[in-house]
């Protein structure tokens, strides 16, 4: 890790790889059945926070995010005890953000309660869908009704930051089905809403269902949902900030907004990833080999990058694109010290097809359609910028070789 100048801020992510079942889609690292290792685990994490805090002495940690797998199946006596260590070895912000991630069969009032009186102030609720037979397709480990009951104990409990998850594009969904969980979560009144189109990833039972002919939603149909819940939840309320994400003012995800603004955080637990002190690394995605790497002094990196400037400055293109504050020429120019003529000019055709527009302050940003397509505009953006590097490179590394002596 590294140090920054008193005061910096910092964010925490815990991963939590335990579930009650895995569901089909999911390629997040987590194991099922493995409630045994817990409480080695609960071990290996609060050794590794002791040990990594005084790299970060100099830094307030502003957000902190139990995510998984399932925090609430790991269960709120250790996510309060991992919280207290948190408190104990960093300098934790009064009013920072601390969320947790739950599915509604293992959101009871009494442990919501227990958390939030622990510190606990945002929970992170895996709904998905208001259609039973959506959720059992998917082999989801609660139903529509268990969703209901754990908003209802979440409110009861006075957490008063309730974020859930929805997917669209599942196997069997319409727009009616959609729109119809849609307007359910709206009836639930929750702060956020994260809306997810479902992505097939390789490994999942989801791809071999998919591969031995089961058939989803196509892109056009997914398209529609999207943009259907953009207008939406605009009526609704709720502002778009970020792709899938959307929230009451005041009320986005300060965590998760970290990410997209390429703010320090460091995580801890297998497949967990770090972006400090300059540097990317990540964690083994081996529940065994993290416990024992922790407490056995065992191999623990998977990954490790310095990140060069020119690296970064693609990363704004593409994470700031993600986001509806978009990106900033003078921000370019002054951090990364490139050339935006060529970015500008690629998103002034973009403009005039629909997928861009630039705002009063003079911010570039992708439109709803935009969003739809954009990996492909971010990387064609990606590749003018690849292009405008070279250009200033090469010229000077050949008037370099030039200028030189010949060796006698």
């Given at each position: 890790m590294g140090k920054g100048p008193r005061g910096d801020k910092l964010g925490i992510y815990i991963h939590i790889p335990f579930c009650r079942s895995k569901c089909d889609y999911c390629d997040f690292y987590s194991q099922a059945g493995r409630e045994d290792r817990m409480d080695d685990y609960q071990k290996a994490l609060l050794l590794h926070l002791k040990e990594s805090a005084l790299a970060a002495e100099s830094f307030c940690v502003d957000t902190i995010y139990f995510g998984g797998g399932t925090p609430s199946f790991y269960g709120e006596k250790r996510l309060k005890e991992l919280l207290a260590a948190i408190k104990k070895y960093y300098r934790v912000e009064k009013h920072g953000e601390v969320t947790f991630e739950a599915n509604p069969d293992s959101a009871s009032f009494q442990a919501l309660r227990a958390l939030r009186r622990a510190g606990f102030n945002r929970i992170s609720l895996g709904f998905q869908s208001a259609c039973p037979g959506e959720l059992e397709r998917i082999h989801r480990p609660h139903t529509a009704e268990q969703g209901d009951a754990a908003v209802a104990a979440a409110r009861k409990a006075k957490l008063k930051n309730l974020s859930l998850d929805?997917?669209?594009?599942?196997?069997?969904?319409?727009?009616?089905?959609?729109?119809?969980?849609?307007?359910?979560?709206?009836?639930?009144?929750?702060?956020?809403?994260?809306?997810?189109?479902?992505?097939?990833?390789?490994?999942?039972?989801?791809?071999?269902?998919?591969?031995?002919?089961?058939?989803?939603?196509?892109?056009?149909?997914?398209?529609?949902?999207?943009?259907?819940?953009?207008?939406?939840?605009?009526?609704?309320?709720?502002?778009?900030?970020?792709?899938?994400?959307?929230?009451?003012?005041?009320?986005?995800?300060?965590?998760?907004?970290?990410?997209?603004?390429?703010?320090?955080?460091?995580?801890?637990?297998?497949?967990?990833?770090?972006?400090?002190?300059?540097?990317?690394?990540?964690?083994?995605?081996?529940?065994?080999?993290?416990?024992?790497?922790?407490?056995?002094?065992?191999?623990?990196?998977?990954?490790?990058?310095?990140?060069?400037?020119?690296?970064?400055?693609?990363?704004?293109?593409?994470?700031?694109?993600?986001?509806?504050?978009?990106?900033?020429?003078?921000?370019?120019?002054?951090?990364?010290?490139?050339?935006?003529?060529?970015?500008?000019?690629?998103?002034?055709?973009?403009?005039?097809?629909?997928?861009?527009?630039?705002?009063?302050?003079?911010?570039?940003?992708?439109?709803?359609?935009?969003?739809?397509?954009?990996?492909?505009?971010?990387?064609?953006?990606?590749e003018r910028q690849e292009r405008a590097r070279l250009s200033e490179v090469l010229p000077r590394a050949r008037a370099r070789f030039q200028g030189r002596a010949p060796k006698k």
């Open positions: 929805l997917i669209y594009g599942l196997p069997g969904q319409t727009m009616d089905s959609w729109r119809n969980t849609v307007e359910h979560a709206l009836s639930l009144g929750p702060e956020h809403l994260s809306c997810y189109g479902l992505k097939v990833e390789e490994g999942t039972p989801l791809a071999a269902r998919t591969a031995a002919g089961e058939v989803l939603p196509d892109d056009d149909a997914q398209a529609d949902m999207y943009l259907w819940t953009v207008e939406r939840l605009a009526r609704a309320g709720y502002v778009q900030y970020e792709i899938s994400n959307f929230a009451k003012p005041g009320y986005e995800s300060r965590h998760n907004l970290r990410y997209w603004r390429m703010e320090p955080y460091v995580g801890f637990g297998p497949g967990a990833h770090s972006d400090f002190g300059g540097r990317r690394y990540s964690w083994i995605r081996d529940l065994e080999g993290y416990i024992q790497g922790v407490l056995e002094g065992g191999a623990l990196l998977d990954s490790e990058d310095l990140i060069p400037q020119d690296e970064r400055g693609s990363e704004y293109l593409m994470l700031g694109l993600r986001t509806t504050q978009g990106i900033e020429e003078w921000e370019y120019r002054g951090r990364y010290f490139m050339d935006f003529s060529p970015i500008e000019e690629r998103l002034a055709f973009f403009a005039a097809q629909g997928w861009a527009e630039r705002t009063e302050e003079g911010r570039w940003r992708l439109t709803p359609r935009g969003f739809l397509v954009s990996n492909q505009l971010i990387g064609e953006l990606m």
